[in-house]
Nanobody, 127 residues
Framework: QVQLVESGGGLVQAGGSLRLSCAAS????????MGWFRQAPGKEREFVAA????????YIADSVKGRFTISRDNAKNTVYLQMNTLKPEDTAVYSC????????????????????WGQGTQVTVSS
C-alpha cells in the first residue's frame, strides 16, 4: 500500500508557473506507475500526465502539452508536475495517483487504472 501527499498548489497569475509534488510513503515507490489528474468544479476528472515506473515513458494530455511536464525521483519517492504558462482554465484540484505494476515501462492514462490517490492540491490561475 502507498500513501500519497500532494503539495505545491496555490494562486498564480495567468502565464505563471507552479511545480506540484507528490510524496509517496513506503519503500516500493519504484513499483508504481504514477499519474496526475485534475478536476474543476462541475467537471469530470481529467487526465493530465502519466509516467512509468522507470520514468522513461511519459504521456501528457493534449490540453497541457507543451506547457506541463511530469517527472519522478525514485530515490526521493516523489513525482512532480511542472506547470508553465498557466491559464485560467487550468484552475482545478490536482491529484496524484499510483498504480502498482510489474512492468517498468507501463504508464496509465485512465483514472480507473489507479489504486491509490492523494487528497489533492488546489491550483487557481487568475486572469
Amino acid at each position: 500500500q502507498v500513501q500519497l501527499v500532494e503539495s505545491g498548489g496555490g494562486l498564480v497569475q495567468a502565464g505563471g508557473s507552479l511545480r506540484l509534488s507528490c510524496a509517496a510513503s513506503g519503500r516500493t515507490f519504484s513499483s508504481y506507475a504514477m499519474g496526475w489528474f485534475r478536476q474543476a468544479p462541475g467537471k469530470e476528472r481529467e487526465f493530465v500526465a502519466a509516467i512509468s515506473r522507470s520514468g522513461s515513458n511519459t504521456y501528457i494530455a493534449d490540453s497541457v502539452k507543451g506547457r506541463f511536464t511530469i517527472s519522478r525521483d525514485n530515490a526521493k519517492n516523489t513525482v512532480y508536475l511542472q506547470m508553465n504558462t498557466l491559464k485560467p482554465e487550468d484552475t482545478a484540484v490536482y491529484s496524484c495517483a499510483a498504480h502498482f505494476t510489474p512492468y517498468p515501462e507501463v504508464a496509465v492514462t485512465t483514472p480507473f487504472g489507479y489504486e491509490y490517490w492523494g487528497q489533492g492540491t488546489q491550483v487557481t490561475v487568475s486572469s
